[in-house]
């Protein structure tokens, strides 16, 4: 019934940017906390960045000065503006929401993820 479509992935030298958006489509209500994630191999999977319920963001330290956040409610979207990136952001990166769809069924969703490489 619901799906996050993702999309703006793909391969840069560090130093450059990408920017990555995701929309929520569907039946629900409304969208709690909507974001990032990511999983570095041999990593566990680590936040990037969400803006909250109350539209306060949160950022992952590593990414903090580069990366920048932003929804657009009207759309149900969230982009993920990332500059200066760096190998170490080299990552599948995933779209995360927190949907009500009913009055009583809150659920989290995911997208399908996204290739980002940073090469030198």
């Known amino acids: 019934q619901v799906q996050l479509v993702e999309s703006g992935g793909g391969s840069v030298q560090t130093g450059g940017s990408l920017t990555l958006s995701c929309a929520a489509s569907g039946n629900f209500l409304t969208i709690n906390d909507m974001g990032w994630y990511r999983k570095i191999q041999g990593k566990e999977r680590e936040l990037v960045a969400v803006v909250r319920t109350g539209g306060r963001k949160d950022y992952n330290e590593a990414v903090k000065d580069r990366f920048t956040v932003f929804r657009d409610n009207a759309r149900d979207t969230v982009t993920l503006q990332m500059n200066n990136l760096k190998e170490e952001d080299t990552a599948v990166y995933y779209c995360?929401?927190?949907?009500?769809?009913?009055?009583?069924?809150?659920?989290?969703?995911w997208g399908q993820g996204t290739q980002v490489t940073v090469s030198a």
């Open positions: 995360n929401a927190d949907l009500i769809i009913q009055l009583t069924m809150q659920r989290d969703y």
